[in-house]
Every structure is written in structure tokens, then in C-alpha cells.
């Protein structure tokens, strides 16, 4: 099977900077989700089934949500877990993958290291405004559903993948299938008829999507549900169809809220007729980490990057807001900078 739907000439030059000694390392960004961590831990069993020396680097632990996807077939290691183990992988790394980030300061902690390394650097990545000055190879592409579908185009011309990707191990179909899953929400936004057609060859492959959509979404804890059902019990619907949940400090020691838990819940507002974008907020250290959601027509983009100090996907962005700038750390004064921030965006456009 040759990939005709697409057609990248640094393909080629990524396979030839991995040779049989290469020390390569997959870092991903802050937080990581599902498709960080989907697309790093299936290149890096790619790798490590072609015998060579590969390991992911994420800034902070997995969500025991997608623990599944650590198989413990490579290494995978966390900055904020054992910062000498990283360090010393890093210093003595050969080759260095960056995937689902566009630029080095989404690596959070690992920022400044990252930007002094030498060795070559790859970016693989569907967000907007890639860095391209910082690496040496930039795939980037935005019109594909997530860094997990870039991926498994990547390696179906990988050595010895075609013509058929039978030699596609079992577990990298896995992890690229959950990866575009959980971007796209499972199949809900930021679908392209290529998206549709990864997912049928890993089926045809043999990948079992009923228990990788068990994995990510039947597995949760109790309090995980209970919190949904305060956030939407609280949820703001604001003028210009804006809804609007917040996640504090007081509420995530309420329901022992672990990292990961409120994945998804920005999306749930937009089942409202007249909800035009949905904002949702979480506490952290001395700033509001956002997420926005938008209906077509409405860019969570750009108001993401106007308002939020952040940007993404025409409909799915991200960014923060220090309590600085919204006057203290209160979930009311937060909700009168949304506000006033979605007022004034509405008004414009």
C-alpha cells in the first residue's frame, strides 16, 4: 500500500538521520494528553522493535486515565519524577523528536534544556506557527486530525512497512489509534477523510477499538463523575452564547481531582443549541489554565490567542490566564475577565 494521500519529501530524511547506533529521545508537551502521548510511545516502539535506542521524555507524569499507553516496552520518563534521569537521557541523546508541540517553550521545565541541546532536532507537530528556525527537519501539518495521524503516515513509509504495513507492530496501532481518538474526541472534530482512513487499516491491522475506547473512557474513578456533575451544576452561560466552567483549588481537594480528570469537559457545554464557544478553567500555581471550544464559525483560535495568552486549532485552543491580569486567584474575578474578555472578542468580529 503506498501512501498517496500523503507526500512528505522529509520522510526520507528523517529515516536516514536514525541510523542502528543513534541514541534518539521523543519529547512531548506540558500536561500531556492523549495524543502526546499516543504519538511519542508509538514511535518510540517503532523504534525499539527496529532495535534501536529510542525513550520518551514528557515534562510530567502520565493521567492515570492513559496509563495503558506506557506499555513499558520503551522507556518513558518524566521530568518531574526524576529530573537526574532525564537530564542524563537527554545528555547523551543522539537524535531529538519533538512531537504535538510547535515550539520548545510548550515543553515547560524542559524548555531551556531542550533549546541548548546540539544534536539534531525533528519537530513533528498539527498546531499552528511551528518554530521551524529551531529544527533541523519540521514535518507540520494542520489539516490532519492530530500528531498521532502524522505519525502513522510517517511510519507506513517507514523501511519495511509497505507494501501492506503488516510489519506495523501491534502495539504502535494501538497508541496511534487512541492518539487520534482522544484529539478528535472520538470522532467529533477535526476529522478529514484520511482520519477515517488510518482508523480502517489499523482496524484491518487488528487493533481492537472497542477496548481501546473502553480504556479511555470507561475506566475512571467515581469521583471523576461526581466532579462533572458539579462543573456543569456551576457552569456560567455568559451574553454572546458563552459557557463558562471553572475548576479551583478548593473543588479538586473536594473530589481529589488527579491530573487529566477534567480532559473532555470544555466539550460538553457545546450540546447547547445556543452555545457559541465553551471556556473552561483550572487552577495552577499562580495562573488559569484554559481551554476553549468553539462552533464552526467561531474561532476559539483567536480568541485564545488575543485574550488567553495561547492559541490552537480553529475550533480547539488553549492558553492562560495569570491571576495577575484577572486581578487575584478567585473564581469570581476570573469570571468577569471571561467576561468581559468574550465581550469584547464578540463584539469585533
Known amino acids: 500500500m503506498e501512501n498517496t494521500i500523503?507526500?512528505?519529501?522529509?520522510?526520507?530524511?528523517?529515516?536516514?538521520?536514525?541510523?542502528?547506533?543513534?541514541?534518539?529521545?521523543?519529547?512531548?508537551?506540558?500536561?500531556?494528553?492523549?495524543?502526546?502521548i499516543g504519538s511519542t510511545t508509538a514511535f518510540a516502539q517503532w523504534l525499539s522493535y527496529t532495535c534501536h535506542d529510542a525513550a520518551v521524555v514528557l515534562p510530567d507524569a502520565v493521567p492515570q486515565s492513559l496509563s495503558f499507553l506506557d506499555t513499558g516496552f520503551t522507556d518513558l520518563l518524566t521530568y518531574d519524577r526524576d529530573r537526574s534521569a532525564?537530564?542524563?537521557?537527554?545528555?547523551?541523546?543522539?537524535?531529538?523528536?519533538?512531537?504535538?508541540?510547535?515550539?520548545?517553550?510548550?515543553?515547560?521545565?524542559?524548555?531551556?534544556?531542550?533549546?541548548?541541546?546540539?544534536?539534531?532536532?525533528?519537530?513533528?507537530?498539527?498546531?499552528?506557527?511551528?518554530?521551524?528556525?529551531?529544527?533541523d527537519v519540521v514535518i507540520s501539518k494542520t489539516d490532519i486530525s492530530s500528531t498521532s495521524e502524522l505519525t502513522f503516515w510517517i511510519l507506513a513509509n517507514a523501511p519495511g512497512m509497505l507494501p501492506d504495513l503488516g510489519?506495523?507492530?501491534h502495539g504502535v496501532c494501538e497508541a496511534l489509534l487512541a492518539g487520534m481518538t482522544t484529539d478528535t474526541n472520538n470522532f467529533a472534530n477535526s476529522v478529514y477523510p484520511s482520519t477515517f482512513a488510518m482508523a480502517s487499516k489499523l482496524l484491518a491491522l487488528g487493533v481492537?477499538?472497542?477496548?481501546?475506547?473502553?480504556?479511555?473512557?470507561?475506566?475512571?474513578?467515581?469521583?471523576?463523575?461526581?466532579?462533572?456533575?458539579?462543573?456543569?451544576?456551576?457552569?456560567?452561560?455568559?451574553?454572546?452564547?458563552?459557557?463558562?466552567?471553572i475548576l479551583d483549588t478548593d473543588t479538586m481537594e473536594k473530589y481529589d481531582f488527579r491530573d487529566g480528570e477534567s480532559e473532555g469537559f470544555v466539550n460538553m457545554p457545546?450540546?447547547?443549541?445556543?452555545?457559541?464557544?465553551?471556556?473552561?478553567?483550572?487552577?495552577?500555581?499562580?495562573?488559569?489554565?484554559v481551554s476553549v471550544r468553539s462552533k464552526a464559525g467561531t474561532s476559539a483560535n483567536l480568541c485564545a490567542k488575543t485574550?488567553?495568552?495561547?492559541?490552537?486549532?480553529?475550533?480547539?485552543?488553549?492558553?492562560?490566564?495569570?491571576?495577575?491580569?484577572?486581578?487575584?486567584g478567585t473564581v469570581q474575578s476570573a469570571l468577569r475577565f471571561i467576561e468581559k474578555a468574550t465581550d469584547e472578542f464578540f463584539s469585533r468580529i
Open 167 to 169: 510489519n506495523m507492530p
Open 270 to 289: 457545546l450540546a447547547i443549541a445556543d452555545v457559541r464557544m465553551s471556556i473552561f478553567l483550572k487552577a495552577d500555581r499562580d495562573y488559569w489554565r
Open 208 to 245: 481492537d477499538r472497542d477496548g481501546v475506547l473502553s480504556r479511555i473512557y470507561n475506566m475512571y474513578r467515581e469521583n471523576r463523575l461526581r466532579l462533572m456533575g458539579e462543573m456543569l451544576t456551576g457552569m456560567k452561560i455568559l451574553p454572546h452564547g458563552v459557557a463558562c466552567m
Open 86 to 135: 532525564v537530564e542524563s537521557r537527554l545528555a547523551r541523546t543522539d537524535l531529538l523528536i519533538c512531537m504535538d508541540f510547535n515550539a520548545f517553550s510548550r515543553a515547560g521545565d524542559l524548555c531551556g534544556i531542550l533549546c541548548g541541546m546540539t544534536c539534531p532536532k525533528i519537530l513533528i507537530d498539527h498546531h499552528l506557527n511551528p518554530d521551524r528556525d529551531s529544527f
Open 307 to 328: 485574550y488567553f495568552n495561547g492559541g490552537g486549532h480553529e475550533q480547539a485552543a488553549g492558553g492562560k490566564i495569570f491571576y495577575s491580569e484577572a486581578g487575584d
Open 6 to 36: 500523503f507526500s512528505f519529501r522529509q520522510t526520507g530524511q528523517i529515516f536516514r538521520m536514525i541510523n542502528d547506533d543513534t541514541v534518539v529521545t521523543l519529547v512531548s508537551h506540558t500536561h500531556p494528553d492523549g495524543d502526546a
